[in-house]
């Protein structure tokens, strides 16, 4: 079955280090994949997406994210963390076929002063 | 552009009542989508509308979920009656066209059966 898996549930690190967030999917395909983020009180908010091509992709606010095919992951980073970026990052994937997002189960992410 | 808007944004109902919650989507947007995400878990799919017909909706959970969208513009998702598990945090959102691999998100609707 097509699934994404957040590893980490949640996760802490202090303002100005860098960030980076597991996600691993499972595919018979390559999807296309999402990080998306929910701030307090704000709806899901589209960071970056990943169709074809360069396996490096830049996203808003400053995060990128990888494409690793022989990992089957599509990691996030931010090389340092602001205290605004305190939020909930939800991998996902599309699948072209069922016209769904699959979510991962999301990660927390607190920034400490 | 006004965005994708969803109406209550909280909703705090006894078990065995009803609830309807409404989503307006960008305009233009043929598909609208419904997600849910319970407490703890991952954020699931519901049902797909392609103007006002139902694409698939092989994730509503049950027949006490009624979703519509008539006139292809809202839609409205109906929980009735509401059961403690039905609490969690629904989405909608829409895109143009199948094709478009971007779909944009409301605010969410957190729904809390007392």
């Known amino acids: 079955a097509q699934s994404v898996t957040q590893p980490d549930i949640h996760i802490t690190v202090s303002e100005g280090a860098s960030l980076e967030l597991r996600c691993n999917y499972s595919y018979g395909a390559t999807p296309y994949l999402f990080w998306y983020v929910q701030s307090p009180g704000q709806g899901l908010q589209l960071l970056l997406k990943?169709?074809?091509?360069?396996?490096l992709v830049q996203g808003i606010k400053g995060f990128e994210a990888e494409f690793k095919r022989s990992q089957s992951s599509f990691n996030l980073r931010k090389p340092s963390v602001h205290w605004s970026d305190a939020a909930e990052y939800f991998c996902?994937?599309?699948?072209?076929?069922?016209?769904?997002?699959?979510f991962g189960q999301g990660t927390t992410l607190q920034v400490k002063p | 552009e006004a965005g994708v808007t969803q109406f209550p944004s909280h909703s705090v109902i006894e078990k065995g009542q009803t609830v309807t919650l409404r989503c307006d989507p960008i305009s233009g947007h043929d598909n609208l989508y419904w997600y849910r995400r319970v407490m703890g878990k991952e954020i699931k799919f519901l049902l797909h509308?392609?103007?006002?017909?139902?694409?698939?909706e092989s994730g509503m959970p049950n027949n006490r979920f009624l979703a519509e969208r008539t006139g292809g513009t809202y839609s409205t998702l109906k929980v009735q009656p509401a059961e403690l598990e039905d609490s969690g945090v629904y989405f909608c959102?829409?895109?143009?066209?199948?094709?478009?691999?971007?779909?944009?998100f409301g605010q969410g609707t957190r729904l809390t059966v007392v």
């Open positions: 996902a994937a599309f699948s072209s076929n069922t016209g769904k997002l699959i």
């Open positions: 509308f392609v103007k006002e017909s139902k694409q698939d």
């Open positions: 959102a829409s895109s143009q066209d199948r094709s478009s691999t971007e779909a944009f």
């Open positions: 990943y169709f074809s091509g360069d396996t």
